[in-house]
């Protein structure tokens, strides 16, 4: 498994650019594809998807392999990533 941290500079560009610019936490298998995912937005929301809810209207769990090389630079341990998972309380769940 593969864990990473990535902050977006920008706001998402669409009906929630209003959320400002986010952090986003990947768990990547693998097979390169990602497994969990969470979001966390200046506004405070934060969105979750795995298996078993991997979109909504507002999103979804990453629908494309990782390039593992550009993703290198961000890497995080599995702990950070958990801790994150167990303790966010998602806006979309």
């Given at each position: 498994?593969?864990?990473?941290?990535?902050?977006?500079?920008?706001?998402?560009?669409?009906?929630?650019?209003?959320?400002?610019?986010?952090?986003?936490?990947?768990?990547?298998?693998?097979?390169?594809?990602?497994?969990?995912?969470?979001?966390?937005?200046?506004?405070?929301?934060?969105?979750?998807?795995?298996?078993?809810?991997?979109?909504?209207?507002?999103?979804?769990?990453?629908?494309?392999?990782?390039?593992?090389?550009?993703?290198?630079?961000?890497?995080?341990?599995?702990?950070?990533?958990?801790?994150?998972?167990?303790?966010?309380?998602?806006f979309n769940r």
């Amino acid at each position: 498994m593969w864990y990473f941290r990535r902050p977006w500079n920008e706001c998402r560009g669409d009906d929630y650019g209003g959320w400002g610019t986010s952090i986003w936490y990947f768990e990547v298998g693998d097979d390169c594809w990602g497994i969990r995912q969470v979001e966390e937005y200046a506004n405070g929301y934060v969105l979750t998807y795995d298996d078993v809810h991997d979109d909504d209207e507002f999103g979804g769990l990453s629908h494309a392999p990782f390039d593992l090389q550009e993703f290198q630079p961000f890497a995080i341990s599995a702990e950070e990533f958990e801790n994150i998972w167990k303790n966010v309380k998602p806006f979309n769940r």
